[in-house]
T-cell receptor, first 114, second 114 residues
Framework: GAGVSQSPRYKVAKRGQDVALRCDPI?????LFWYQQALGQGPEFLTY????????KSGLPSDRFFAERPEGSVSTLKIQRTQQEDSAVYLC????????????FGQGTRLTVV | AQSVTQPDIHITVSEGASLELRCNYS??????LFWYVQSPGQGLQLLLK??????LVQGIKGFEAEFKRSQSSFNLRKPSVHWSDAAEYFC????????????FGKGTKLSVKP
C-alpha cells in the first residue's frame, strides 16, 4: 500500500492477556517509530528503529512492552500481561530519513483492556 | 524538561473566519517544530514544519505558522477556515537528543460553525 498500515485497527484484551500490534511501514522507509496516545492526550514516544536496530526505547513505559523489527521492515509492538492503563491508541510512523523530520503516520491501533 | 504547550483545549470558529492556534515550546536551543492534524479515526498528517531560516512557513491546506524565538512560540494560522478543517491539531518538537522523540502538545480541538 501507499501508506503506513497498522493492524488490527481495534483490539480488546482482557487484563493479563498478551497482545501484538503490527506495523507495515512505507516501503523503503529507514526509520520506524511507535507512539502511544491516551484519550484526550497527544502522542507520546515509545521507541524508534533505524532499519532493524532499535536506537531508542526510552519511552517504553515498562518491561512489559517490547518492540522488534527483525528484517528492517515490518515491526511488532508486544505488550505482555496487559493492564487497564495500557488502553490507548498505538500509532506507528515511518520516515525515509534517519530522523523523524518527515514521518508518515498510520491510522493506529485502538487497544482497550477490560 | 523539554515540553510543548498548547494552551487552548478547544476552539470554535465560524466558517470563513480566521484562525490562530497557539503553541509554546520549552527548549534550550531552537528545536525542529511541527504542526500535525488528526481527523477522527485517522492518523496524524503533517501540515508544516520549521527547521531554520525564514520564520514564516507555509504548509498544506492553506495553513501557515510563524516561529518567534523571543516568545518561544510557533502559532498556526489560517486566514479563512473551511468546515473540513474541523479536527484536532497537534504541535510537536523534535527532541534534540533523539532523532525519534517527537514531543507533542496535548492538542487543540477545532470546531467550525456554519
Amino acid at each position: 500500500g501507499a501508506g503506513v498500515s497498522q493492524s488490527p485497527r481495534y483490539k480488546v484484551a482482557k487484563r493479563g492477556q498478551d497482545v501484538a500490534l503490527r506495523c507495515d511501514p512505507i516501503s523503503g522507509h529507514v526509520s520506524l517509530f511507535w507512539y502511544q496516545q491516551a484519550l484526550g492526550q497527544g502522542p507520546e514516544f515509545l521507541t524508534y528503529f533505524q532499519n532493524e536496530a532499535q536506537l531508542d526505547k526510552s519511552g517504553l513505559p515498562s518491561d512489559r512492552f517490547f518492540a522488534e523489527r527483525p528484517e528492517g521492515s515490518v515491526s511488532t509492538l508486544k505488550i505482555q500481561r496487559t493492564q487497564q492503563e495500557d488502553s490507548a491508541v498505538y500509532l506507528c510512523a515511518s520516515s525515509l530519513s534517519t530522523a523523524n523530520t518527515e514521518a508518515f503516520f498510520g491510522q493506529g491501533t485502538r487497544l482497550t483492556v477490560v | 524538561a523539554q515540553s510543548v504547550t498548547q494552551p487552548d483545549i478547544h476552539i470554535t470558529v465560524s466558517e470563513g473566519a480566521s484562525l490562530e492556534l497557539r503553541c509554546n515550546y520549552s527548549y534550550g536551543a531552537t528545536p525542529y517544530l511541527f504542526w500535525y492534524v488528526q481527523s477522527p479515526g485517522q492518523g496524524l498528517q503533517l501540515l508544516l514544519k520549521y527547521f531554520s531560516g525564514d520564520t514564516l512557513v507555509q504548509g498544506i491546506k492553506g495553513f501557515e505558522a510563524e516561529f518567534k524565538r523571543s516568545q518561544s512560540s510557533f502559532n498556526l494560522r489560517k486566514p479563512s477556515v473551511h468546515w473540513s478543517d474541523a479536527a484536532e491539531y497537534f504541535c510537536a518538537a523534535l527532541d534534540g537528543g533523539s532523532q525519534g522523540n517527537l514531543i507533542f502538545g496535548k492538542g487543540t480541538k477545532l470546531s467550525v460553525k456554519p
